[in-house]
């Protein structure tokens, strides 16, 4: 059993279309990022959310945090290829180091 | 701009061979990682290292272990190659332990036939 779930597991939609994606978890976490990855790359940091409740915008991009620090969404409006990509989110575990979600696999069709 | 590299991004080896993954990165950071990612399992920490000639155990050490001489370096090795360990390999860093950004090679995919 993940510590982090993310669904759905695949997303395949055209451009323009908008789409959610979802972090759960059964545990509290203090906060939660996501990142995005890019086929042959690593995964690059798109947002920490740290307050529950809270909701950050990058430009197309929501992020919301759970008010009870459970659960985490990425919205995004108008989807373009360029979106394309695996997100995963992570949370601190244990101090030191993260917890990763297996991720959502957006494809963005032209 | 935080540069992580690895050594190599494509290897393929046979069963039973060891196995040396590097990764450098050039800001100085105390924390550095690595993971291993399969599809449908995310990221998993194998082992992490928050200081020079200190390692800790992740999820997954098992088959694995790590060496950091150098503060910009850290090491992944794997003594005898199996080919459970087919995978992509990633190396990141950050600046302090805790919540900290962390930064990511473009990872190495190893092959073990």
């Known amino acids: 059993t993940q510590l982090l779930e993310q669904s759905p597991q695949f997303l395949s939609i055209q451009e323009g279309e908008n789409l959610t994606v979802y972090c759960n978890s059964s545990?509290?976490?203090?906060?939660l990022q996501w990142y995005r990855q890019e086929p042959g790359e690593g995964p690059v940091l798109l947002v920490t959310?740290?307050?529950?409740?809270e909701v950050k915008k990058l430009k197309r991009l929501t992020f919301q945090f759970g008010d009870a620090r459970k659960d985490s969404s990425l919205h995004i409006t108008a989807a373009q290829p360029g979106d394309t990509g695996l997100y995963l989110c992570?949370?601190?575990?244990?101090?030191?180091?993260?917890?990763f979600g297996p991720g959502t696999r957006l494809s963005v069709l032209p | 701009d935080v540069k992580v590299t690895q050594s190599s991004r494509y290897l393929v080896k046979r069963t039973g061979e060891k196995v040396f993954l590097e990764c450098v990165q050039d800001?100085?950071?105390?924390?550095m990682f690595w993971y291993r990612q399969d599809p449908g399992l995310g990221l998993r920490l194998i082992y992490f290292?928050?200081?020079?000639?200190?390692?800790e155990k992740g999820d997954i050490p098992e088959g694995y272990s790590v060496s950091r001489e150098k503060k910009e370096r850290f090491s992944l090795i794997l003594e005898s190659a199996s080919t459970n360990q087919t995978s992509m390999y990633l190396c990141?860093?950050?600046?302090?332990?805790?919540?900290?950004?962390?930064?990511f090679g473009p990872g190495t995919r190893l092959t073990v036939l």
């Open positions: 990141a860093s950050s600046l302090w332990a805790g919540e900290d950004t962390q930064y």
């Open positions: 992570a949370g601190p575990h244990y101090g030191q180091n993260f917890v």
């Open positions: 545990s509290v976490f203090s906060s």
């Open positions: 800001m100085d950071h105390e924390n």
């Open positions: 959310v740290v307050t529950g409740g």
């Open positions: 290292s928050y200081d020079v000639k200190m390692k």
